[in-house]
């Protein structure tokens, strides 16, 4: 009896492209990401692909496509096939995280057991970074880049729009330029809010002149700069130039010695004071009971207008 077999030739599936789940990331020192890369057409009989970085000093890559951050730059990650060498690239932004360091803070509490870093948007707060309060100091390392909904147009913001409301527009560069501020506050062991660390300069010569540090993050490079006299004789004068990203900024007042809370001249700058002149300190203030509120922004921007 014959018996007839008939042969089929296997012919195997050629990869025709890839793609990749991200074309552009940005990231900050050590974050990750995952990239994913898919070969075409979804039956190639060889899937496999080989990720490499052109610059693995600012972001590495492993071979199941983990990319970590590691410096500050730009590098692209390449994807590409064994068969056919097909290859798709992912751009890599590395950026630096904002850094807050507090040291040596006075006025200092044995309640503090965290510090963290909070902005406020007009219907909600996020917190950006928190730490461990250890040796009456603290690191918090901030975001690069901020979600639009905690920004503010410049002058819808408390601070701003209570001391320099009626600013002539052509004091500023940019009328839509969008701001917020951070505020490092403190938490207990349960993680009650406690209070909040301010900084502050304190001039060698000047007894009743001083400045308070803030940290604004700006969406654009602007500046505002101009002066006025208010109603009451107060000279107010600003001398800022943001850049996009994070900025210091600096609330000087020159204060009455004979009339508690009255003021004799307010300045709004970017520009830090040297050391040599005065230094600056951080200072740990305990919520007074009067100021505690629901809407931190307001009870917040009060302390700022009313601190001595």
Not at 8 to 20: A, E, S
Not at 39 to 68: C, H, R, Y
Not at 191 to 212: C, P, T, V
Request: proline share 3%; glycine share 4%; aromatic share 14%.
């Amino acid at each position: 009896m014959a018996i007839t077999v008939t042969c089929k030739k296997i012919t195997d599936v050629q990869v025709i492209g890839v793609t990749l789940n991200e074309l552009s990331l940005t990231l900050e020192i050590d974050d990750t990401a995952t990239l994913i890369a898919t070969v075409f057409p979804e039956n190639a009989t060889n899937q496999s692909v080989v990720f490499t970085s052109s610059n693995p000093l600012v972001a590495s890559i492993t071979s199941n496509g983990l990319v970590t951050a590691l410096s500050k730059g730009v590098t692209s990650i390449e994807v590409t096939t064994v068969d056919g060498n097909f290859s798709v690239k992912c751009t890599i932004h590395v950026d630096e995280c904002f850094v807050i360091e507090a040291i040596d803070i006075l006025d200092s509490s044995n309640d503090i057991y965290t510090a963290y870093a909070i902005v406020f948007g007009k219907d909600d707060e996020k917190i950006l970074a928190s730490t461990k309060y250890q040796n009456n100091s603290f690191k918090l390392q901030l975001p690069s880049i901020i979600d639009d909904k905690y920004l503010w147009l410049l002058f819808d913001y408390p601070l701003f729009s209570d001391i320099f409301g009626d600013l002539d527009e052509s004091w500023i560069s940019d009328r839509n330029a969008n701001i917020t501020f951070v505020w490092p506050d403190a938490w207990d062991e349960d993680k009650n809010d406690i209070g909040f660390f301010i900084y502050m300069y304190h001039s060698y010569y000047l007894e009743n002149s001083y400045a308070q540090g803030f940290f604004l993050y700006a969406d654009r490079d602007f500046t505002v700069k101009g002066e006025k006299i208010d109603e009451d004789g107060v000279p107010y004068e600003c001398d800022c130039s943001f850049s996009k990203g994070w900025n210091f900024l600096c609330l000087y007042r020159d204060i009455n010695y004979h009339t508690p809370h009255t003021v004799n001249y307010y300045l709004l700058t970017t520009k830090k004071p040297s050391e040599g002149i005065g230094i600056w300190n951080w200072e740990y203030r305990k919520w007074p009971e009067w100021k505690k509120s629901s809407n931190k922004t307001k009870a917040r921007n009060l302390f700022v207008m009313t601190w001595k």
